[in-house]
C-alpha cells in the first residue's frame, strides 16, 4: 500500500472520494478507516473509524438532509474483525475548521461509529446508497445479513438515519425453474 504524504490511506479495496458536485472540488475522502480532507491530511478526529480498507463497497457517503456541509459516512467492518461483522456510519461536518482554518475550513468528524447493526446480524461486505426520488438530500441505504441473506433498509432523513424494512433475499428472487424447463 501507498502510506505516505501523497497517499495517506491503505489503498486496497474500499476508497471513496466526495467532491462538490457544481464545481469538482475535492471535499473528503476515505477507506473505511480514516477521513482525509482536501489538503491530504487526516481530519482530526477521523481515525481509527470502524470501517475496513479491505472490504469491497464497504463505504458509502450520502448527504445530512438538516446541513448542506455535512455528510454520513457508512462503514463495514473488515471480514477479519470477529462475527458478527457490523456496519457504522460516522458524521463529517466540513463546517468545522478542522485541518483548516476560520476562513477556509476543511471539517471534522462530528460523531463517530454509531452501530445501526440489528441485532445477531452478521452483515455482507458491501454498503450501498441511492438518494430518493424528488428534490430531497434524503437517501437509502442498503446492506444484506450474510449468514440468513436477508436484505436491510435504512433511510437518512432530517430524523436522522432509521430501519425501514427487512426481507429475505428469496423473496425478492425467487428461484429459476430447472434448466429443462427453460424454453429458448
Known sequence: PFNDVRFPLDLKENNIIISEPSTGQLLFYSDGKKV???SHKVLPSAGNLSGSASTMYGT?????PDFCNRYYLFSVESQDDVPPRKIYYSIVDLDVIGNGGPLVPYG???TKNVDITPLNVNCAEGVYALPKAGNTLESWIFFADREENTLYQYE???A????VFSIALKEL???LPPKELISL
Not at 436522522?160 to 430501519?163: D, K, N
Open 36 to 38: 482525509i480532507d482536501r
Open 60 to 64: 458509502a457517503v450520502v448527504f445530512d
Open 108 to 110: 471534522d468528524i462530528v
Open 156 to 158: 437518512v432523513t432530517n
Open 160 to 163: 436522522g438515519v432509521e430501519f
Open 173 to 175: 428472487m425467487p428461484t
